[in-house]
């Protein structure tokens, strides 16, 4: 790949107008609430350099573009700028390419333009989004960071003698779920990191100094973010976040519902388990055999955690179950009128194996589709429709309608599995489920 950079940190009026949509998408139809903390901890001066954990591919990418009205530059790996459009098409995009060796050693070579053209974008005053882990996995877990953002911040302050003030600014980007449609997303913007005071130790040593900054940005990302180390029992710590989140949520009197009490209570779990483990080993491994016997159980009875807290009766769900079918027609209007833009993505990327790219290539198809099919659906309200009304009405009707499908499959789903538990809460299966997820909240109880 031949490297000519452009001036793409520069402010560009049609990339701020194409990028509207997008975001709009990405806001207010992907996901159902996109939450955010700490914007006041972004610099309004000087060079800043933004280090995000990297967890769900592109939508790491589109959740800070979308959350304020600028442009960042991205750096991202070099494979996927595969042909001469594509590579116009990222650039244009402002995001810059890093060779790995696995893009082969003499690849490598090219980074020292892609640097240099870094910090350029830093003595410019331009932000700059770095991934130090590198690469993605879907897994609340932050991995090892690699030492190429301090080396473009080290170098940047070099250029300018320790005048541009870098700022290293960690990010933690959480997710509901990786995978699904209309679930909440949180953004959290940590204090900066001011480079410069490192710089009496980088003249020093600058392994050391490379080092000791890596491992201010592992800490402070850290703490931004559910961060599981525990990887041999990774199953175990998302089961008892998802137990007792809930439940840390509701003696500190918030709503139980809202992703942002959700996510800083599931934090506190994971701090509580890596507590335990350390100085109760013995509770430990307890409630380590209890959190896989009640995660294998529920999976074999094909049952969801917050179904087995809850008191079904036969009543209530024969009454939500009616609601579902006197709704039913609206939700069918919804999903026959939104297939092709809402529901063939789901089709069409469950034939990719790696699901970490699935979000990613659902909302492309969203971006693509939906104008597509919303000027089709307009040229045949004013072909087939005659009354003005009835077109307003069916074109206001067509999106929210489409929502509203999605919702319903979801509310379908969850009445599904409360008459599952109404035909199974009397059989042993059941009752055991029960009790292990009450001596897992014993064992929480009164742990802080």
Not at 206 to 232: P, Y
Not at 283 to 303: C, I, M, P, Q, W
Request: net charge positive; with cysteine.
């Amino acid at each position: 790949m031949s490297i000519k950079f452009t001036n793409l940190e520069d402010p560009s009026i049609v990339y701020g107008a194409l990028k509207l949509f997008p975001a709009f998408v990405h806001n207010h139809i992907f996901y159902r609430n996109v939450y955010s903390m700490g914007l006041e901890n972004i610099p309004e001066e000087g060079a800043v350099i933004f280090a995000p954990n990297h967890q769900n591919a592109l939508m790491d990418a589109l959740i800070i573009m979308s959350i304020k009205s600028w442009q960042p530059v991205f750096m991202a790996r070099a494979d996927i700028f595969a042909g001469h459009f594509v590579r116009r098409l990222l650039f244009f995009m402002k995001i810059l390419p890093i060779f790995r060796m696995r893009d082969g050693k003499e690849s490598l070579k090219q980074n020292d333009a892609v640097f240099n053209k870094a910090v350029e974008v830093l003595r410019k005053r331009r932000y700059l989004v770095i991934y130090p882990e590198a690469s993605h996995k879907g897994i609340r877990k932050l991995r090892p960071l690699k030492k190429g953002i301090t080396r473009i911040a080290f170098m940047a302050e070099e250029a300018s003698n320790y005048t541009l003030d870098v700022k290293i600014v960690p990010v933690g980007i959480n997710y509901q779920d990786y995978y699904e449609f209309r679930t909440d997303v949180l953004i959290n913007f940590g204090k900066p990191i001011s480079v410069k005071e490192y710089r009496a130790q980088y003249e020093e040593n600058q392994q050391k100094a490379h080092h000791d900054l890596v491992q201010k940005v592992t800490e402070e990302l850290s703490s931004l973010i559910i961060d599981i180390r525990d990887t041999e029992n990774y199953d175990n710590f998302e089961t008892a976040r998802t137990i007792f989140a809930p439940i840390i949520v509701r003696k500190e009197g918030k709503i139980v519902n809202n992703f942002q009490n959700q996510l800083l209570a599931g934090r506190k779990v994971v701090e509580i388990m890596d507590r335990m483990k350390e100085s109760e080993p013995e509770v430990f491994a307890t409630l380590n055999d209890y959190l896989r016997r009640y995660r294998e159980g529920l999976k074999s009875a094909n049952l969801p955690d917050w179904i087995i807290r809850r008191k079904i009766k036969f009543v209530g769900v024969l009454l939500r179950t009616l609601i579902l079918a006197v709704l039913s027609p609206l939700a069918l209007f919804g999903f026959v009128n939104n297939f092709i833009p809402y529901f063939s993505p789901f089709l069409l990327t469950n034939r990719v194996k790696d699901r970490n790219f699935h979000s990613s290539l659902r909302f492309a198809l969203y971006v693509f589709l939906f104008p597509i099919w919303y000027t089709v659906l307009i040229i045949l309200c004013f072909k087939y429709l005659d009354a003005w009304w009835m077109r307003v009405l069916y074109m206001v009707a067509v999106p929210i309608t489409g929502i509203f499908s999605h919702h319903f499959y979801d509310y379908m789903k969850r009445v599904g599995a409360m008459w599952r538990l109404v035909f199974n809460k009397g059989r042993h299966a059941f009752l055991k489920l029960k009790v292990l997820r009450q001596k897992v909240v014993d064992i929480f109880v009164g742990r802080k």
